[in-house]
């Protein structure tokens, strides 16, 4: 009997876990706001302003780090593949005289 295909299913236990973190997870963020008295606020914002340099400083300086080395990675891969392709044609097995 062939397995059955359950994608729809995991699509949905993945929807319900992401929803069920965000309701608990911003309840429990409000909550800290209203019992900090709104300092709590403030260190979000100062979390979400750190995060989005952080994220716009790896946009700009690893796409350009990433574009530099291409050449380096393709000989890289290129160089990788010519010694597979040697190991798997090298006979390891050898006709033994007697």
Do not use: C
Not at 8 to 27: I, N, Q, W
Not at 64 to 77: P, S, T
Request: net charge neutral; hydrophobic share 45%.
């Amino acid at each position: 009997m062939a397995p059955q295909d359950d994608t729809p299913r995991k699509g949905r236990e993945t929807l319900l876990t992401v929803m069920l973190t965000a309701l608990f997870g911003g309840g429990f963020l409000v909550f800290m706001i209203l019992v900090s008295g709104g300092f709590f606020f403030y260190v979000l914002l100062a979390v979400l302003v750190i995060g989005v340099v952080g994220s716009l400083h790896y946009w700009l300086w690893g796409n350009a780090l990433m574009q530099e080395v291409a050449g380096e990675r393709a000989e890289e891969e290129l160089r990788q593949r010519r010694e597979a392709q040697e190991e798997f044609t090298r006979d390891k097995i050898r006709p033994r005289r007697f």
